[in-house]
């Protein structure tokens, strides 16, 4: 008779079957995040941002096309000056430009940077136009900045939630599942450690999320070319310091949770402010400072700082080595106190 | 006790809620035995196993499991039993197979996972997924869970329940070879043809305490009478004119009465049923049915209690 394995191994065997006979989960784990990608890729395109205005069609309207259109580098369209000012409202246009007299008036949000873009734009074709001259000559030369695109900001952002997605759901929901289906208080009746099996829970969980992980960042850069900068092995340990740190406290929510509901209550309760605040979708140092110290001390903030600083500068263990401390810190207290408080039935 | 697989004194279990689920319980399971716990929903039977089990704090009594107490040896007595419980939703995408070698690793020695699967009957679906499973072929799975770590004494809780007569024999048949290698089996139920084929000793417990302990055959000797005769009558009259008059006849052991139906223990039918028509009819009673049957576990509850061990009576005798 073959001896049989360890019981953690066994475990993890065992959940690592679940999870791949499992399309559902499958799907919101790889599916979903690239079709995200996808998504986003689209709707923010990798081009010079090209301004769209509006003159209004009132007495002097030809000549402020023709000087917009003469560079080629603006999308000129006459509209009256209702259907221009809505266009602006609804952000079809970044500017309206209004004949007045000899001049002209501009109309735009000075919140947008896409309006202040627009407004520089066709003032200086409006007045080059007229005979402005340019005392000094300059030339532009253009270089292609890896990383610097939305998309490529974005991509971090999408694995740092994703991590903090895969450890609180595919951790304390596993695990509140298995409590509901009595299958904790069938394990209690063998010998198993209890360790052992939150270790395998949360050993599985780190398992998938490299393949996971690494999986999006390749989509990223095969459909939008975005750079995976960084060693990957730095890469590898930031991952796995997010998962332990998500694992954990995925554990830590589920420890003594009887209900799948209540599981899912707290498990979007977590993960709302790290949503709002860290940093996923747009820079978490928007936030204005007196709140800084509480979006820093979110582990998503921190992970997503070390994943951008890894993927998008390169940056060495020294620089990002207070996030990958924080979160395997964080990662700890909440297993150790999980263990404590754990309760099979 | 050296030769006991369970002793348990003074029992108590008392929920927060201040539900007292068993009320001072006395067990002595000898080892090499099957013992039931045989009771109606509710009485207590789970709770019990379940503390046996090491599964629930007791509220007060002492137990001990092959000799050692749970609050000092609870790995060792993991090791040593194999537990069924009642309601185990084990995981549907595992196979059958990969299940018990899950379940093999948890123990330090075991059976091989595939003799566990042979031993149950389940080797033609050791790749089968557990979702796929019919009722009883998971049942038996979950108890080739219980026995794969090759326990000394194995817990069944209601491990029939639910089951057609056809699956509930192949489990018998399982548990029936699990006990000729010595070992013990502890099982609840509430059937009582179960009881009575698989069990050498049967405690019956009811709200939380034992009301009778012996082997099938002395507890139902002790209803007195091997036989039942039920009459129905046309009228509820007629049935307390019977009843009264069936009180001054020496061949009735026991009489009980449900509705219009009597219910009388006898030793012999061959004797007493002429004899009881004859009388009937002499008091001018007319019958409206007439039944005789073997006596049950049955009997002997609704004996102790006046009640019957579930309403739902019609159980399949197999």
Redesign the interface.
């Given at each position: 008779?073959?001896s049989?394995?360890?019981?953690i191994?066994?475990?993890i065997?065992?959940r690592l079957?679940?999870f791949w006979?499992?399309p559902e989960a499958l799907f919101w784990v790889y599916g979903f995040p690239i079709l995200l990608i996808v998504a986003l890729g689209l709707a923010f395109p990798d081009e010079a941002p090209r301004p769209a205005v509006d003159v209004a069609s009132l007495p002097g309207h030809e000549t402020a096309a023709a000087a917009l259109r003469s560079g080629g580098d603006i999308d000129v369209v006459v509209n009256s000056l209702e259907v221009a000012r809505a266009r602006h409202r609804s952000e079809r246009t970044d500017l309206v430009v209004i004949p007045e007299g000899e001049g002209y008036v501009y109309l735009y949000d000075p919140s947008r940077p896409e309006d202040h873009l627009a407004k520089v734009m066709a003032d200086s074709a409006i007045q080059r136009a007229k005979g402005r001259p340019d005392p000094v000559m300059t030339r532009g030369e253009t270089v292609k900045l890896p990383g610097s695109r939305y998309i490529d900001w974005l991509l971090p952002g999408l694995v740092g939630m994703n991590i903090m997605g895969g450890g609180l759901w595919g951790v304390g929901f596993v695990l509140v599942d298995m409590r509901v289906?009595?299958?904790l208080?069938?394990?209690?009746?063998?010998?198993?450690r209890r360790s052992d099996f939150l270790l395998a829970i949360l050993g599985s969980r780190v398992a998938f999320m490299i393949p996971e992980v690494f999986t999006i960042l390749l989509i990223g850069k095969l459909l939008f070319g975005a750079p995976l900068g960084g060693a990957p092995l730095l890469l590898a340990l930031v991952i796995l310091a997010g998962s332990i740190c998500f694992c954990g406290l995925g554990l830590l929510l589920a420890c003594r949770t009887e209900r799948l509901e209540t599981a899912s209550g707290l498990t979007n309760l977590a993960m709302m402010p790290m949503w709002i605040l860290s940093g996923i979708f747009f820079s978490a140092e928007r936030f204005p400072d007196a709140i800084q110290p509480f979006v820093r001390a979110l582990p998503l903030t921190q992970l997503n700082f070390a994943l951008r600083g890894v993927i998008l500068e390169g940056q060495g263990l020294s620089d990002i080595a207070f996030p990958l401390v924080m979160l395997v810190g964080v990662g700890g207290i909440a297993f150790a106190l999980a263990l404590r408080w754990f309760r099979?039935? | 006790m050296d030769d006991a697989a369970i002793v348990c004194r003074g029992l108590r279990k008392t929920y927060p809620q201040g539900v007292e689920a068993v009320r001072g319980l006395d067990l002595a399971v000898p080892r090499g035995s099957c013992f039931g716990l045989l009771g109606p929903n509710g009485a207590g039977k789970t709770t019990t196993v379940e503390i046996l089990?090491?599964?629930l704090e007791k509220t007060s009594g002492e137990v001990e499991v092959l000799g050692r107490r749970w609050e000092d040896s609870a790995?060792e007595i993991?090791?040593r039993?194999g537990?069924s419980?009642q309601?185990?939703?084990?995981?549907e995408?595992?196979q059958v197979l990969?299940t018990l070698?899950?379940?093999?690793?948890?123990?330090?020695s075991?059976l091989?996972?595939a003799e566990a699967m042979e031993l149950v009957g389940l080797s033609e679906k050791a790749k089968e997924?557990v979702g796929r499973l019919s009722g009883g072929q998971r049942q038996r799975l979950a108890v080739a869970?219980a026995m794969v770590?090759n326990p000394e004494l194995l817990f069944l809780d209601e491990p029939t329940t639910g089951l057609d007569p056809q699956a509930r024999r192949q489990l018998w048949d399982v548990l029936r070879a699990f006990r000729t290698e010595g070992r013990t089996i502890v099982l609840t139920t509430h059937y009582m043809d179960e009881a009575e084929r698989l069990c050498d000793e049967i405690a019956i417990v009811d709200r939380g305490q034992r009301i009778a302990l012996g082997t099938p055959k002395s507890l139902i000797g002790s209803v007195g009478g091997d036989h039942v005769i039920e009459v129905d009558f046309p009228s509820a009259d007629m049935s307390d004119r019977a009843e009264a008059l069936a009180k001054g006849w020496p061949q009735v052991q026991s009489a009980h009465r449900s509705g219009t139906t009597l219910e009388w223990n006898v030793r012999s039918l061959t004797e007493t049923l002429p004899d009881v028509l004859r009388r009937l009819e002499e008091a001018g009673l007319t019958l409206a049915e007439l039944r005789t049957r073997q006596a049950s576990l049955e009997d002997v509850f609704v004996k102790l209690t006046g009640r019957h061990l579930r309403e739902e009576s019609a159980i399949p005798h197999l």
């Amino acid at each position: 008779m073959k001896s049989p394995r360890s019981p953690i191994f066994e475990l993890i065997l065992s959940r690592l079957r679940e999870f791949w006979r499992e399309p559902e989960a499958l799907f919101w784990v790889y599916g979903f995040p690239i079709l995200l990608i996808v998504a986003l890729g689209l709707a923010f395109p990798d081009e010079a941002p090209r301004p769209a205005v509006d003159v209004a069609s009132l007495p002097g309207h030809e000549t402020a096309a023709a000087a917009l259109r003469s560079g080629g580098d603006i999308d000129v369209v006459v509209n009256s000056l209702e259907v221009a000012r809505a266009r602006h409202r609804s952000e079809r246009t970044d500017l309206v430009v209004i004949p007045e007299g000899e001049g002209y008036v501009y109309l735009y949000d000075p919140s947008r940077p896409e309006d202040h873009l627009a407004k520089v734009m066709a003032d200086s074709a409006i007045q080059r136009a007229k005979g402005r001259p340019d005392p000094v000559m300059t030339r532009g030369e253009t270089v292609k900045l890896p990383g610097s695109r939305y998309i490529d900001w974005l991509l971090p952002g999408l694995v740092g939630m994703n991590i903090m997605g895969g450890g609180l759901w595919g951790v304390g929901f596993v695990l509140v599942d298995m409590r509901v289906r009595k299958l904790l208080k069938r394990f209690r009746a063998t010998p198993m450690r209890r360790s052992d099996f939150l270790l395998a829970i949360l050993g599985s969980r780190v398992a998938f999320m490299i393949p996971e992980v690494f999986t999006i960042l390749l989509i990223g850069k095969l459909l939008f070319g975005a750079p995976l900068g960084g060693a990957p092995l730095l890469l590898a340990l930031v991952i796995l310091a997010g998962s332990i740190c998500f694992c954990g406290l995925g554990l830590l929510l589920a420890c003594r949770t009887e209900r799948l509901e209540t599981a899912s209550g707290l498990t979007n309760l977590a993960m709302m402010p790290m949503w709002i605040l860290s940093g996923i979708f747009f820079s978490a140092e928007r936030f204005p400072d007196a709140i800084q110290p509480f979006v820093r001390a979110l582990p998503l903030t921190q992970l997503n700082f070390a994943l951008r600083g890894v993927i998008l500068e390169g940056q060495g263990l020294s620089d990002i080595a207070f996030p990958l401390v924080m979160l395997v810190g964080v990662g700890g207290i909440a297993f150790a106190l999980a263990l404590r408080w754990f309760r099979w039935t | 006790m050296d030769d006991a697989a369970i002793v348990c004194r003074g029992l108590r279990k008392t929920y927060p809620q201040g539900v007292e689920a068993v009320r001072g319980l006395d067990l002595a399971v000898p080892r090499g035995s099957c013992f039931g716990l045989l009771g109606p929903n509710g009485a207590g039977k789970t709770t019990t196993v379940e503390i046996l089990e090491g599964l629930l704090e007791k509220t007060s009594g002492e137990v001990e499991v092959l000799g050692r107490r749970w609050e000092d040896s609870a790995r060792e007595i993991r090791e040593r039993i194999g537990v069924s419980l009642q309601e185990t939703r084990l995981a549907e995408k595992l196979q059958v197979l990969e299940t018990l070698r899950l379940f093999r690793s948890f123990y330090r020695s075991g059976l091989d996972p595939a003799e566990a699967m042979e031993l149950v009957g389940l080797s033609e679906k050791a790749k089968e997924r557990v979702g796929r499973l019919s009722g009883g072929q998971r049942q038996r799975l979950a108890v080739a869970t219980a026995m794969v770590g090759n326990p000394e004494l194995l817990f069944l809780d209601e491990p029939t329940t639910g089951l057609d007569p056809q699956a509930r024999r192949q489990l018998w048949d399982v548990l029936r070879a699990f006990r000729t290698e010595g070992r013990t089996i502890v099982l609840t139920t509430h059937y009582m043809d179960e009881a009575e084929r698989l069990c050498d000793e049967i405690a019956i417990v009811d709200r939380g305490q034992r009301i009778a302990l012996g082997t099938p055959k002395s507890l139902i000797g002790s209803v007195g009478g091997d036989h039942v005769i039920e009459v129905d009558f046309p009228s509820a009259d007629m049935s307390d004119r019977a009843e009264a008059l069936a009180k001054g006849w020496p061949q009735v052991q026991s009489a009980h009465r449900s509705g219009t139906t009597l219910e009388w223990n006898v030793r012999s039918l061959t004797e007493t049923l002429p004899d009881v028509l004859r009388r009937l009819e002499e008091a001018g009673l007319t019958l409206a049915e007439l039944r005789t049957r073997q006596a049950s576990l049955e009997d002997v509850f609704v004996k102790l209690t006046g009640r019957h061990l579930r309403e739902e009576s019609a159980i399949p005798h197999l």
